[in-house]
């Protein structure tokens, strides 16, 4: 298993996860740092891991580009715990059982149910991380270097469109 940390606390060098049980799920959320003068944020994506199966599940700024695609959503877009360019990926939280099994199913209906699947701007979302912490819904607070993570939250409050609070 690998090693768990509390929210916020990170585990770096995990390389791969070990194998889980064919009946069960886990979730597991990572994330990679970007590059140049981004490289204060990070990139967030969950993995489903059903047995030997594993899908990473992720937004990518660019529609369409890879694996399988709906618009911006993107599954297997790249290696499970494939890094950004040059930043390694690390690993932040782990999900099983009943909690790992609700995440999946509203992830994997993400491509019908996800109402930015069209639209990704970096500032303020919805991006990659508006995207996790929507699978999320509250297990899980993105830390603030998981820039766009509040997108959803403040549209939920009666954001505007460029997911600015209305007064």
Avoid at 13 to 34: C, I, N, T, Y
Avoid at 35 to 57: K, N, S, T, V, Y
């Amino acid at each position: 298993m690998p090693p768990t940390s509390p929210p916020g606390k990170r585990v770096t060098g995990v390389k791969s996860a070990p194998k889980v049980e064919p009946q069960s799920v886990a979730v597991e959320l990572w994330a990679a740092r970007l590059p140049g003068p981004f490289r204060f944020a990070e990139h967030c994506w969950l993995l489903i891991r059903r047995g030997d199966q594993c899908d990473r599940w992720e937004v990518w700024q660019a529609a369409d580009v890879g694996g399988e695609s709906w618009g911006h959503v993107h599954r297997n877009l790249m290696a499970p715990t494939a890094g950004i360019r040059n930043h390694p990926a690390y690993f932040l939280h782990r999900w099983c059982e009943h909690e790992a099994a609700r995440i999946a199913h509203r992830t994997e209906a993400a491509p019908d149910s996800y109402p930015w699947c069209g639209t990704y701007r970096y500032v303020p979302g919805p991006n990659s991380n508006t995207f996790v912490q929507w699978c999320l819904e509250d297990r899980y607070r993105l830390s603030w270097r998981s820039v766009g993570a509040g997108y959803a939250r403040r549209m939920r409050k009666g954001g505007s469109k460029n997911g600015l609070v209305k007064k």
